[in-house]
């Protein structure tokens, strides 16, 4: 197993971490993700961290507070040995006021997750949506509180726009607030959406990016063929969206990259989010213990250039204005010239 920094914080994380979305079963779409009881929670938990895994990501809304308290059980005796993020926006009730991101709720639900998780810190707090009735400086400073308290580590976001999340870093700055260290974003081989404008602004802001759902909901999996749609999760629960007949292109060359590999189609989909210099930790969700073991084995995959080149050819994303008015180039100055072209001589190895 390999470790990456965790943006600036000086923490480094297994290139893969375990997501806690298939823990516990409450609630009907829950049981259609996960449904996982708790001896074959502490078994998953247990192979990941012997396998080197030490980062855990889970969320309070997860089967309504059960797969914290699952995680937190299978972590009785290692909790010293992960980074544990969870999560914080979810509705967690019926009340008016459990639900969002403002203050009160936050704090509510901070406490209840240090409960359930059995532990008295979380290193990682992020919060799961946008909530569009809350000030970002509120929810930004009850974050803050609960850094200062030591309750949490590091603060980060999920599922934002890359408007949102520059919003969310300028205030911190302007206020003199604990920064988002991450995003935790969908990535995968079927949905490069990031790439537009998220991902720029990872770089240029120096956060770390958690892609989820690296296998597009279980389709990248190889099961699902033109010929077989496949079991599982996404008979039942057709999530995230993705393009399929684009996606049957995709898996095509997918099989054709992991039969020369020797590894599985799951494995090449993992190492082609891996492969991005922009990605900290890949977050791989498991049902057993035999899937678990074939995404811990991704990796070991080495991509030639001519895969990579290959899988980005067949899952590209169509240019976004204004992408495509910046790609003209007719009104290039020398030294944007003069840039592109070391960029070039040093990609050819010259």
């Known amino acids: 197993m390999k470790y990456r920094a965790l943006a600036d914080t000086g923490v480094y994380v297994s290139e893969l971490c375990l997501g806690a979305m298939t823990f516990g079963g409450k609630g009907q779409i829950w049981e259609t993700i996960g449904g996982m009881g ?6 998953m938990v247990g192979r990941a961290l012997d396998a080197g895994i030490n980062f855990v990501d889970t969320a309070n809304v997860y089967a309504t507070g059960e797969s914290e ?3 937190g059980k299978a972590l009785k005796g290692r909790r010293h040995e992960v980074v544990l993020a969870t999560k914080v926006r979810g509705r967690m009730g019926e009340g008016p006021n459990d639900v969002g991101l403002s203050r009160l709720h936050i704090m509510r639900s901070a406490e209840a997750s240090l409960k359930r998780l059995g532990t008295d810190y979380i290193d990682l707090y992020q919060i799961h949506r946008s909530d569009p009735v809350t000030n970002i400086e509120d929810t930004l400073r009850a974050l803050d509180d609960l850094v200062r308290q030591g309750k949490v580590r590091y603060i980060g976001c ?13 205030t911190s700055d302007a206020m003199g607030l604990e920064r988002f260290k991450c995003t935790q974003s969908y990535y995968s081989l079927a949905g490069r959406e990031i790439e537009r404008d998220l991902i720029p602004l990872i770089e240029d802001q120096g956060l770390g990016l958690l892609p989820w759902s690296p296998l597009a909901g279980g ?3 190889g099961k699902f063929t033109r010929d077989n749609e496949g079991e599982g999760r996404r008979a039942s629960f057709d999530f995230p969206p993705v393009d399929k007949e684009k996606g049957y292109d995709i898996v095509d060359v997918m099989k054709k990259i992991a039969a020369e590999r020797g590894a ?6 993992l ?4 492969a ?5 930790s890949v977050i791989i969700g498991a049902r057993n213990l035999k899937q678990l073991d074939d995404n811990i084995g991704a990796v070991d995959v080495e991509l030639t250039d001519e895969d990579l080149d290959a899988l980005d050819k067949v899952s590209a994303i169509p240019l976004a204005y204004p992408a495509w008015m910046d790609s003209l180039g007719s009104d ?3 030294g944007e010239i003069r840039r592109l072209e070391r960029a070039a001589e040093e990609a050819s190895g010259s």
């Open 264 to 269: 599985t189609v799951a494995q090449v989909a």
């Open 276 to 280: 991005n210099d922009a990605v900290t």
């Open 332 to 334: 290039r100055h020398p």
């Open 271 to 274: 190492a082609w989010v891996l």
């Open 219 to 221: 389709f990248l999996s």
């Open 38 to 43: 708790q001896t074959e929670v502490d078994a």
């Open 158 to 170: 999920s599922n934002l726009w890359a408007w949102q999340v520059m919003q969310a870093l300028g």
């Open 69 to 71: 308290t699952m995680t």
